[in-house]
């Protein structure tokens, strides 16, 4: 049959669950064709009248037997299927997840395992979409999570590191990082807001080790920040600070920021 709407190439949708512990991403070998014996990430195809989560929880449950809890889109990326010979276009749908049980395999892979961000070979992942997404989550997700959680206990000693806010702030918005060699020595974070009246950014989480300030680490982080916000086309950029802070107080100052008399209140939920 004369088939003319076969000859469109439109993209089929497909979910992928990156799922990341100890800054090491799950892999699944592959039991069957394409790329049989190749490691794979978590996900598969969209069925008729699937949303893209009611799709990646019908996947976890059918390949790992397990729920999923604190989804978060990461991007969508191009890619290639192969089905009995020929090329089929996708749209691949990538998540940040997490599992609410046990890994279970089902018969499409035969064994998984957690990978390290920074040591994963890119040409040992199954198809062109997930290469580009493992490469990407290599450049951007990669951290000395020991380095992360000594930094954070010098900023709030009393707070609780959390992984996944972590790699969720950097999805939100720009974290500048600073290095001695290969030694995490400063981090910060900004992310944008809209309001009614402007495009707003905000700065937070600042920290310097204490062994390197004094230094001009904190100017060239803070120069970072602010140099996305200008490539975001913020109109205006915010931060709050402890006014016993001298240093950090006389540096944003140096820098352009004008202090705003307010009243700053915080509520727990």
């Known amino acids: 049959m004369n088939c003319e709407l076969c ?29 049989k014996g190749m490691w794979d990430l978590p996900g598969g195809f969209m069925q008729e009248k699937e949303t893209p989560k009611e799709a990646l929880i019908r996947e976890m449950k059918e390949e790992l037997a397990s729920d999923i809890v604190n989804t978060t889109f990461i991007k969508i990326l191009p890619g290639t299927y192969y089905w009995k010979d020929q090329e089929v276009p996708v749209s691949g749908h990538f998540y940040l997840t997490e599992l609410n049980g046990d890994i ?8 998984y395992q957690f990978v390290s961000l920074k040591d994963i070979n890119l040409s ?19 951290f000395d999570l020991e380095r992360v959680k000594e930094l954070m206990r010098q900023l709030d000693a009393t707070a609780i590191f959390n992984e996944q806010y972590l790699y969720k702030a950097m999805l939100d918005g720009f974290i500048s990082k600073i290095y001695d060699g290969e030694k995490l020595i400063g981090m910060g974070w900004i992310f944008p807001r809209q309001t009614l009246l402007r495009r707003q950014a ?8 204490d062994a390197y300030r004094g230094k001009g680490y904190g100017q060239k982080m803070l120069l970072d920040l602010l140099d996305w916000a200008k ?39």
Request: glycine content about 2%; overall charge negative; charged content about 30%.
């Open 104 to 111: 279970t395999l089902d018969e499409e892979n035969s064994e």
């Open 202 to 209: 905000v700065v937070e989480d600042m920290i310097v080790d």
């Open 7 to 35: 000859n469109f190439k439109n993209p089929k949708a497909t979910v992928t669950a990156i799922i990341i512990k100890d800054n090491k991403i799950l892999l699944l070998k592959r039991n069957q064709e394409p790329f």
């Open 124 to 142: 040992d992942i199954a198809f062109d979409s997930n290469q580009k997404m493992v490469g990407w989550l290599k450049e951007n997700f990669t």
């Open 231 to 269: 490539k975001e086309h913020m109109d205006m950029v915010e931060l709050t600070t402890n006014p016993n802070r001298l240093a950090a107080n006389e540096l944003y100052k140096k820098v352009g920021f004008n202090l705003h008399p307010t009243n700053h209140y915080l509520y727990k939920v």
